[in-house]
């Protein structure tokens, strides 16, 4: 399609390219040839609006996405057809998660958020923390999985505006924080041993 791109992901074993679009649906391509162009292999339909996030299963098989409407919908990457039965998917080990929605995150949602506030999410690749951006310019730390809606948290600011997009680096050392009007990248580090024995506490 011809619309904006908001979300891309390759498999785990990089054979496959899922290609999140603005025009609702998710495109799925071909990636193996390393030397050649990616080839279609076709596309996700169900969304009724644009799409925000997506991850794949651990061994590849599964798609999970989210859009602009807060759906949380799931996919079989083979064929591109909608799992309807999402309930069967809350223990499908993600190989990554940056999904907004789910069970494992369904915590980071403070009383009072609405599904605005929330614009990023990254698990760590150890699987241990969680960290969010949000609409208050904040970076918010979290252990994973987050399933109690009563779940403490830490707090970071340093942003003057709203945050965009958060990730871990690969070996979960820091995190990196792109600004949205204040136009930053903010670097943090992360101390996995302290993060072992912290009490966190929602420091807003």
Same mark, same amino acid.
């Given at each position: 399609?011809?619309?904006?791109i908001?979300?891309?992901?390759y ?7 899922a290609v999140?679009?603005h025009d ?26 644009f799409i ?14 989210t ?16 799992? #309807?039965s999402?309930?069967?998917?809350r ?6 998660y #940056?999904c907004?929605?789910g069970?494992?995150?369904?915590g980071?949602?403070?009383?009072g958020?609405?599904g #605005? ?12 923390l969680l960290? #969010?951006?949000d ?11 987050c ?23 690969k070996d ?28 966190f506490?929602?420091l807003?």
């Open positions: 399609g011809d619309e904006q908001d979300a891309i992901s498999s785990p074993d990089g054979t496959l390219l999140g679009s609702n649906f998710v495109y799925l391509f071909d990636s193996s040839n390393l030397t050649g162009e990616y080839t279609s292999k076709g596309k996700c339909t169900g969304h009724s609006s925000t996030h997506l991850d794949f299963s651990s061994d590849g098989k599964v798609l999970q996405t859009s602009g409407d807060y759906e949380h919908l799931y996919w079989e990457t083979e064929t591109g057809e909608q799992i #309807t999402s309930k069967d998917q223990d499908t080990p993600m190989a990554s #940056t907004i929605l069970f494992p995150v369904c980071i949602w403070p009383i958020y609405d #605005t506030d929330i614009n990023s999410l990254c698990r760590s690749h150890d699987g241990k960290v #969010t951006a609409d208050f310019g904040l970076v918010n730390l979290f252990r994973y999985p399933c109690n809606p009563n779940a403490e948290w830490s707090s970071f600011r340093g942003h003057s505006a709203h945050v965009t997009k958060v990730r871990f680096l979960d050392r820091a995190v990196i924080s792109l600004g949205g009007r204040d136009q930053s990248i903010i670097q943090r580090a992360i101390d996995s041993e302290k993060c072992e024995s912290i009490s506490k929602n807003c």
